[in-house]
């Protein structure tokens, strides 16, 4: 599938119902156990409520008339019964729905993440993080208020409206027959006011998400903000956002109330109308005073479960809108996945790779070629330097030898095999990458070095620090390898950062290496020891270096030089200078008034 079907749906407006909310189900089947406790503690203590306007009926016209005070006194030890019976079904049915809540949410907040995790960089492209963490924890909040209480209280209540119902027509016939035909007057309404909350809820969601996004990304960008004095800018976005977000939810608000309002007052005012009839009966002997009673509860019953549905109906309204965003996202289908039958990458590992004739746009911008039919091969154990000015496509090649995209047209091989045949699992576990842009997790120095890896030693992450020139700084920190990083690694320097990325890729000791600039954060002391580190590795492996500085890639076995994603020149540093081209005029840029000297070095 083409990675342009990797974005976010839009939302949608056109399914106007809880349909949504039956994606739960597969989950819902899980736990049979739960479902059968709630169902039975529901079903009991509805029955129980059911009970009581007969054990009304039969003490009005019985108990009171012939003063039997045994009488009374049993019947009210039966109500006392009821009411212990109906709080045990009550709790029960607490702790089933809402047990079952917090488990059918925990197993979808664990789907979700994992697929996430699955998709592939071109939705990230075109996807801010802010907005899909929202969808993880607000939605599947609000999916597990649905799940747990409302859909409790809802069934409860559609049992309770039909038993009545059933006793109604049973008690009074005549009666019920004046509220069966209010039952259409007042559910079609419901209905037209569910679809308009259920799409407010759903445009309220996703203001908020884009709230959520906007906050997350200013959060993380602080010292930017301050640095900059933009505190006012961002606070006024941000509450522009919020204050649009509050706009969405009270216009849900707004809606679920007329909805609410209306159901109550055609309910109860059906009732009132009953309850005219029924007393014209009594007075003309055709109904006793208890049955009007007993009907007249049962009618109170259907009434305050009808109204009480109407009420629930907003809440699943808002949980189908986040049913629905949740299932958009794990509708994604990753646009870079293995294929069915994928082809063994060849054991040893030789790490030998090449592009043939690649051509290559970004999903977000399929109009601009990143590359332009790319040609080169590197071969086993070789380290080739690729080199440009800014946009030449260099970090394009890293991308694609990572297959975090698939070329337009041409193909890349990783020791023979075409990276699209391949699994993409397999073909990562032989590559090592120190990225331009370190990620550090809030966590450990100790778990960002071994990060990915399972069952490493703790000896061989000191190995790796010590040859990544890390360990020095490491043990001055007042927890050593413990020391919590802060999020994204805030209290290391720039150049701590990036050697501790250096020394994770020195510990995954992959066939092939990816250098992005792997120095570029570092002093001229710490480069020329981490280069020295580097150099130790580059021997052992397959490797590609990025750099700008052209002074990291002087031990290169040969040097790419790149312009508008296509290679125009290739050769050695001493080649390449006296050529006298684009590789040339970079030096001389670069160096400035040590270009002579640099000249001098370069041609011997």
């Known amino acids: 599938m083409s990675a342009d079907r990797e974005k976010a749906a839009p939302a949608s407006t056109g399914r106007k119902s809880i349909r949504p909310l039956g994606r739960l189900l597969p989950y819902i089947g899980r736990y049979r156990g739960l479902v059968a406790g709630a169902l039975v503690a529901l079903v009991l203590a509805a029955v129980t409520t059911l009970v009581l306007p007969i054990a009304v009926r039969r003490m009005v016209d019985h108990g009171f008339s012939e003063s039997d005070a045994g009488f009374i006194n049993t019947y009210f030890t039966m109500l006392f019964v009821l009411a212990v019976v109906l709080a045990l079904a009550s709790a029960m049915r607490y702790y089933f729905v809402i047990t079952l809540g917090e488990r059918i949410v925990a ?13 592939s960089p071109a939705f990230f492209d075109v996807n801010q993080s802010g907005e899909i963490v929202s969808r993880l924890t607000a939605d599947t909040t609000q999916i597990k ?13 559609l049992i309770l409206c039909l038993g009545a119902v059933a006793m109604m027509v049973y008690t009074s016939p005549k009666l019920s027959s004046l509220v069966i035909a209010a039952i259409p007057v007042i559910v079609f309404p419901l209905v037209a006011f569910g679809r308009s909350v259920r799409r407010r809820s759903r445009e309220a969601q996703d203001t908020l998400a884009a709230a959520s996004a906007y906050a997350g990304e200013a959060i993380g960008a602080t010292r930017t903000l301050q640095a900059f004095n933009a505190e006012d800018a961002a606070r006024g976005r941000f509450f522009g956002a919020v204050e649009d977000a509050y706009g969405a939810a009270r216009a849900a608000i707004r809606a679920r109330a007329l909805l609410t309002g209306f159901a109550i007052a055609m309910v109860f005012g059906s009732v009132v109308a009953v309850l005219w009839f029924g007393a014209r009966d009594v007075l003309s002997g055709a109904l006793s005073a208890g049955t009007l009673g007993q009907f007249l509860l049962y009618a109170v019953f259907a009434a305050g479960s009808l109204g009480a549905l109407s009420e629930v109906w907003g809440e699943l309204s808002q949980a189908a809108g986040a049913a629905e965003r949740l299932t958009e996202l794990l509708a994604e289908t990753p646009a870079i996945a293995a294929p069915a039958s994928p082809v063994a990458l060849p054991t040893p590992a ?9 051509h290559f746009a970004y999903p977000a911008r399929p109009g601009y070629r990143s590359v332009n039919g790319l ?3 590197v071969k086993p154990g070789e380290t080739v330097a690729i080199v440009g000015p800014s946009g030449a496509g260099k970090s394009t090649i890293l991308s694609l030898v990572l297959r975090f995209y698939d070329p337009v047209s041409g193909r890349i091989t990783l020791d023979g095999v075409d990276l699209r045949e391949a699994d993409p699992e397999a073909l990562r576990r032989r590559i090592a990458i120190v990225p331009q842009e370190v990620t550090i997790f809030a966590t ?18 000191r190995a790796a620090a010590r040859a990544a020139q890390a360990e020095e700084f490491i043990l001055r920190l007042d927890d050593g390898y413990d020391t919590a990083v802060g999020e994204r690694g805030v209290t290391l320097s720039g150049g701590q950062r990036q050697r501790i990325a250096i020394a994770r890729a020195i510990l995954k000791d992959a066939p092939v290496l990816l250098l992005d600039e792997a120095t570029s954060a570092l002093d001229a002391e710490s480069e020329t020891a981490v280069q020295k580190a580097l150099d130790g590795q580059m021997g052992k492996r397959t490797t590609i270096v990025i750099a700008h500085r052209l002074a990291t890639v002087l031990k290169a076995d040969r040097i790419l030089v790149m312009e508008s994603g296509r290679v125009v020149e290739e050769g050695t540093h001493q080649s390449l200078i006296r050529k006298d ?10 160096f400035d008034q040590g270009s002579q000297a640099f000249l001098n070095e370069a041609t011997g």
């Open 107 to 119: 197993d979808l907040r664990r789907d979700v993440f994992a697929h996430v995790t699955r998709l």
């Open 145 to 157: 208020s649905a799940v747990g209480a409302t859909a409790s209280v809802a069934l409860r209540n």
């Open 350 to 358: 030789r790490g030998e790779i090449a592009f043939e004739d690649v």
């Open 375 to 377: 040609s080169f091969a």
């Open 444 to 461: 450990s120095i100790r778990d960002n070095i071994a990060f990915g890896m399972t069952g490493v030693s703790e000896e061989a992450i």
């Open 581 to 590: 081209g684009l590789y040339a005029r970079l030096a001389r840029l670069q």
